[in-house]
């Protein structure tokens, strides 16, 4: 199958007060179809800079990145990105933070009644339908975090980019959200890049898990594939031994083969 990301020998210098700070160096990876990959490494490491540069909003030094064969050259409404700490305007309802950017994207293509029904579909697949005219002061860091997710997944995007979605959340609501994209993922068949520094949702979620070695200069270290059937069910996982030994393969990179030097 054609990748619908390529990354291709990219490396990333940054200008900085003490002189040029290489943080990539020839990084390469293909990204399919449909496909969940996470990217883990340790704090600094360069995850969030490849992201900025799959989502365009850096360009690289050095390499090239494509989507669908095409150089990303800038931001599109076909690559979206949910950050960590969730991006809503405040002043704004649930229903219009979404409504911004489906307006942005479909203003042509739909009527105002289509996009109207658009809006509130994408608010229920993350069920926050009961929410629709709350504003972001008034509901929690996980609700906010879900209306990110409707927001991103209402623009259609064959590319979803998250930046650490559920880093910010509670064990029980994380859960929640990682099987809501699980269950939005095998509907829409969305491409998934997703940053992580939790082993166990990284396996939970991927189809592949991209290991960085740690910066500076860091690259890809190793690529693991995660072939567990679909549907998961984490409760199930924690019985099959295959999952303790894809965790295990995992910590075993970050902790004996890349350690951290504080
Ligand atoms: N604009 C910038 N200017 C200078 N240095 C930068 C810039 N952006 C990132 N860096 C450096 O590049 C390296 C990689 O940063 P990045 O944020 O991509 O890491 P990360 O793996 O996402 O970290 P974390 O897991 O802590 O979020 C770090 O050493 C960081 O200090």
Known sequence: MKPIIQVQNVSQRFNTASGEFLALQNVSFDIAPGETLSLIGHS???????????????????????????????PGPERAVVFQNHSLLPWLSCYDNVALAVDKVFK??????????????NLEQVQMGHALHKHPGEISGGMKQRV???RALAMKPKVLLM?????????????????????????LNT??????????????????VLMMTNGPAATVGEVVDVNLPRPRNRVQLADDSRYHQLRQHILHFLYEKQPKVA
């Open 148 to 150: 990110g997710i409707a």
């Open 163 to 187: 930046d650490e979605p559920f880093g910010a959340l509670d064990a029980l609501t994380r859960a929640h959200l990682q099987d809501a994209v699980m269950r939005i993922q095998n509907s």
């Open 108 to 121: 042509r293509s739909m009527n105002r009644r289509e996009r109207a029904e658009w809006i509130a579909h």
């Open 44 to 74: 600094g490491c360069g995850k969030s800079t490849l992201l900025n540069l799959i989502a365009g909003i850096d360009r690289p030094s050095a390499g090239g990145l494509l989507c669908e064969n095409r150089e990303i050259a800038g």
């Open 191 to 208: 491409t998934i890049v997703l940053i992580t520094h939790d082993v166990d949702e990284a396996v939970l979620l991927s189809d592949r």
